[in-house]
């Protein structure tokens, strides 16, 4: 331990981590300008102190290209009477004020790249586990301190502050203010100098000043490479080294901004030339076409533009290769397109305007006939489902389930049959074939047929893991509700099992039974205590019905300002169909991912299982950083049909330190088939989110995925909503990931990132931090790679007391969504004066979808419906939809979307918000 004499002895503990950053000075040999030098003859006159006992060693951060810049943000710079002595760059979508720029102005292009490597950089150097560190509180006014790493408080830095380097020209001084995820640093006439009126440029000192969220340097006469979680401020006297931050960067100053490297040479990209289809070209089919170019030499990125007009209007942003393949066009059109090549050193690159006319229609496919078995009786397995081909369809759909209405989808093939087996003996099943190609769908008819053997019961099995009514962290009471609905025509029994935690569940005495009529939704208030008469529990729900169910639940800690918590979804051990939520159950020798766990002064993890079919298991648990780094190892053994939950998973493992971003792998090492969750919760707040573990199945759905809402806006009950990101990629090699925002206005815009073997990309904000978007903006994000990967996502505001509300966003894979005659529901929609609901949808498939929305209310009353034609990858979402559909008064309801004609494929979501918190719950369509 090292303690400093600046102030009264505070708790100071040095902590060890293998440091693997690469060495690099970012403080270069450069030619400064005389006024340095009278800057450093005034800086060398207030040096006074005496040096400190070194604090330990650490390398300095690997900066990548954001070291050849002196200026260089997320969103604008912006300057009044400030002089930059050197390159200054925005990420895309940014801008850069009326500065005086003695070297390069650059958006985008290199300077996008610049920006991720600063973020990487950023990241690298935020609290870890393990940090080398000194604490160092106070103004530091008078100290002289050597190379090493400093964690300061939130005091204003003022005075002189030394820094020795003790003849060692690679010395490095990290200081990092707001160590436990919050905090700026700010320095009111605070003055850093060399010891011996050293010159810092010309002896290779590095000096880095890591903040967690913003800086602020007012009068002050400053050395280092400052990193800002949001933005910085310096405002009179004079600077050298550099400034990078996520956010703004504001220079007013009759100084000088020195920056000691090399200014960049900025070289405009190079000439190009359209392709195809070829100008002018007619009878150009309305499907399958593809814009083509050729490379222009040294362009970081493509702009197209596309429409019916010339000239055309900017399409998609950021274009990484030479082509783009278009969607479904209209038919006898005239089509406009450009292209402009773009890195950032002006001039950009412009290959004129093409034009060609749409003059061959677009057929969709004949609806295919089936052949059997098409009313048979005593079907032997294995059952092979037979269709006839039907013309002009590329692949086919399989829907199969045991009522004409409520099918699901098997798969799909390019053949004329499939075959199914595991089937329950003397039952009813219906199936139906869907023929697609690039134009549209067609559905045959429906077939029925009955499988051999005497009738077995048909049984819906549900379950709800952690459910509750008891005591918490931080001084909160967990409770539970729940809603289920029976989606089948006719009345449905059910009985609801509650498993304590710890407990054998196959013995349980805690079981409650009711019917449910036709569109009727039975809700259960505090599920544990009401309905069962218990306190201080908690476990799962285990829920059986004679039809098909579906079920929410929320757990959530309820004060006098409102409530916080968590959804949850019923989880389905289908015996019909097999396991049909097979992505999150877990059998002997299985691995299920969590790729959302954090942990820290601002975050708690929990992670939970549950066993489903009878049978004992043993659960084995292993924690990494998101850079794959091992934290620990734990089994924990789960009775049958048994509920067991660590609380503070990262704690029992005996981690220590700040996380930001982690996973941990779920293994079943026993007998029994697991669901495993994770709830990450606000350690101030107590707001909870729920995400499930998912195995890998390698198929091609698991490389692109959607997330149908992403934000960077202001809402109401001045909330402001935000959306993090986490990417994990699961393969032993590096893989692209792209990241495509597409808002309710305006074009689509691209980031490509590389993703490091089995490491996890989190963005924070990443709306604003990736896109460089500062405007209020929603739509979807799409994540897309050529191998699978993990997504996971929360969109949050800050609360009023400080800590956050937010709520979990899952992501949608490609062959999920709503089809054309299909629905899907969405329950636990609210109305009251402290409840409101957003009702959102997204296309995902790149076709047009219209889908029909109608609400009824927990009684199966209707009260309104909508129809929206759903563009291709169109997202749309009512604000407080029972005002925006005239419906008044105090709702408890539920939405059934609907698709109803064309070729999409559609997320639909509602998002129901507590007025008095803003906390809220994110619901999808079931």
């Known amino acids: 331990m090292q303690f400093m004499d600046s102030g009264p002895p505070v708790d100071a503990s040095t902590f060890r981590r293998p440091q693997t950053m690469a060495v690099r000075g970012l403080l270069k040999e450069r030619g400064i300008l005389m006024k340095t030098w009278l800057m450093m003859a005034f800086i060398t006159a207030l040096m006074v102190a005496a040096p400190f006992q070194p604090a330990l060693a650490q390398?300095?951060?690997?900066?990548?290209?954001?070291?050849?810049?002196?200026?260089?943000?997320?969103?604008?710079?912006t300057c009044t009477g400030a002089i930059i002595d050197g390159d200054v760059g925005v990420n895309t979508g940014g801008s850069i004020g009326a500065c005086t720029v003695l070297g390069n102005s650059i958006v985008g292009g290199i300077a996008a790249t610049a920006y991720n490597d600063f973020l990487a950089a950023y990241a690298s150097l935020a609290p870890q586990p393990g940090d080398v560190y000194?604490?160092?509180?106070?103004?530091?006014?008078?100290?002289?301190?050597?190379?090493?790493?400093?964690?300061?408080?939130?005091?204003?830095?003022t005075g002189v502050l030394t820094l020795d380097d003790l003849g060692d020209p690679n010395a490095v001084w990290i200081f990092k203010s707001g160590t436990s995820g919050t905090g700026s640093l700010v320095g009111n006439s605070f003055n850093v100098v060399m010891a011996g009126g050293g010159d810092p440029c010309a002896n290779g000192a590095s000096v880095f000043w890591w903040s967690a969220q913003a800086a602020t340097l007012t009068d002050s006469n400053f050395i280092g490479t400052v990193l800002t979680g949001t933005d910085i401020t310096i405002t009179n006297g004079n600077f050298i080294g550099q400034a990078l931050a996520t956010g703004a960067i504001t220079l007013t100053t009759p100084g000088t901004f020195i920056f000691c490297g090399t200014i960049i040479a900025c070289t405009p990209p190079g000439a190009f030339n359209l392709l195809a289809p070829p100008n002018l070209a007619n009878d150009v089919p309305i499907s399958g076409v593809t814009l083509d170019w050729t490379d222009s030499s040294g362009a970081a990125s493509y702009t197209l533009n596309f429409g019916t007009v010339n000239p055309p209007p900017i399409y998609h942003i950021g274009l990484l290769v030479s082509q783009y393949a278009l969607p479904v066009l209209n038919p006898n059109t005239w089509y406009y397109w450009s292209v402009t090549a773009t890195n950032g050193c002006p001039p950009d690159a412009f290959a004129g305007v093409w034009s060609f006319y749409t003059g061959i229609p677009c057929i969709p496919p004949e609806a295919p006939q089936l052949q059997s078995p098409c009313g048979e009786t005593n079907v032997t397995e294995p059952v092979t489902l037979m269709w006839y081909e039907a013309a002009n369809a590329v692949f086919y759909q399989v829907w199969m389930g045991l009522e004409p209405g409520h099918l699901v989808m098997l798969g799909t093939t390019t053949g004329l049959s499939w075959v199914v087996t595991d089937l329950l003996e003397g039952t009813e099943y219906c199936w139906l074939i869907v023929a697609v190609n690039d134009c549209g769908m067609a559905h045959s008819q429906t077939c029925c047929f009955t499988s051999a053997g005497p009738p077995e019961p048909v049984e819906t099995l549900l379950y709800i893991p952690g459910v509750a009514n008891i005591l918490g962290d931080n001084f909160s009471?967990?409770?539970?509700?729940?809603?289920?609905?029976?989606?089948?025509?006719?009345?449905?029994?059910?009985?609801?099992?509650?498993?304590?935690?710890?407990?054998?569940?196959?013995?349980?005495?805690?079981?409650?039974?009711?019917?449910?009529?036709?569109?009727?939704?039975?809700?259960?208030?505090?599920?544990?205590?009401?309905?069962?008469?218990?306190?201080e529990a908690y476990g799962d729900l285990r829920i059986v019905s004679d039809q098909l169910l579906i079920a929410i639940a929320r757990t959530y800690h309820d004060t006098e300002d409102g409530t916080y918590g968590q959804g949850i979804l019923g989880y389905r051990v289908d015996p019909v169909l097999g396991l049909s939520d097979i992505r999150y159950l877990l059998r002997q020798g299985e691995v299920g991912y969590l790729v959302h766990p954090v942990f820290g002064t601002a975050y708690r993890s929990n992670v939970g299982f549950m066993e489903v079919t009878g049978g004992a298991a043993a659960v084995e648990v292993s924690l990494f950083s998101h850079l794959d780094e091992p934290l620990g190892t734990k089994s924990y053994p789960l009775l049958p049909l048994g509920f067991h939950q660590v609380n503070g998973i990262f704690e029992d493992m005996g981690v220590e330190g700040d996380h930001h971003a982690a996973r941990a792998e779920v293994r079943v090492t026993g007998a029994g088939t697991v669901l495993a969750y994770a709830s990450i919760t606000d350690n101030i707040t107590n707001d909870s989110i729920f995400t499930v573990g998912e195995k890998l199945l390698g198929t091609t759905s698991e490389t692109r995925q959607t997330l149908s809402a992403a934000a960077h806006t202001h809402g109401a009950n001045n909330s402001f909503w935000r959306s993090d990101v986490r990417v994990y990629n699961p393969l032993a090699g590096s893989t692209n990931i792209t990241y495509t925002y597409r808002p309710v206005e305006g074009p689509a815009i691209t980031k490509t990132l590389v993703a490091a073997s089995r490491n996890i990309i989190y963005t924070n904000d990443v709306l604003s931090q990736m896109f460089g978007i500062i405007d209020d903006t929603n739509g979807s994000l799409e994540v897309g790679s050529d191998s699978p990967l993990l997504l996971s996502s929360r969109i949050y505001t800050d609360a009023y007391e400080g800590g956050t509300y937010g709520q979990?966003?899952?992501?949608?894979?490609?062959?999920?969504?709503?089809?054309?005659?299909?629905?899907?529901?969405?329950?636990?929609?609210?109305?009251?004066?402290?409840?409101?609901?957003?009702?959102?949808?997204?296309?995902?498939?790149?076709?047009?979808?219209?889908?029909?929305?109608?609400?009824?209310?927990?009684?199966?009353s209707f009260l309104g419906e909508r129809t929206v034609n759903l563009q291709p990858y169109q997202h749309m979402q009512w604000n407080n939809v029972f005002l925006q559909w005239d419906l008044s008064g105090i709702f408890e309801a539920y939405a059934v979307v609907q698709g109803v004609a064309g070729g999409g494929r559609v997320a639909a979501y509602a998002s129901v918000v507590d007025n008095r918190t803003n906390d809220a719950v994110y619901i999808p369509a079931q």
């Open 477 to 535: 009471w967990w409770k539970t509700d729940v809603q289920i609905m029976s989606t089948s025509d006719r009345d449905a029994a059910y009985s609801i099992t509650f498993i304590p935690a710890d407990t054998d569940g196959t013995q349980s005495p805690h079981v409650i039974t009711g019917t449910l009529g036709t569109g009727q939704v039975k809700q259960y208030q505090d599920i544990v205590h009401v309905a069962f008469g218990l306190s």
């Open 59 to 77: 390398s300095a951060p690997d900066l990548g290209a954001a070291g050849d810049f002196a200026v260089l943000a997320g969103t604008t710079v």
């Open 134 to 157: 000194t604490i160092q509180n106070g103004t530091l006014a008078g100290l002289t301190l050597t190379p090493g790493v400093y964690w300061l408080d939130d005091s204003a830095k």
């Open 808 to 860: 979990q966003i899952l992501s949608c894979r490609s062959d999920q969504g709503i089809v054309n005659h299909h629905q899907g529901i969405i329950l636990g929609l609210r109305a009251n004066g402290d409840y409101r609901t957003n009702l959102g949808m997204t296309e995902i498939a790149g076709r047009v979808l219209t889908v029909l929305v109608r609400i009824y209310d927990t009684t199966g």
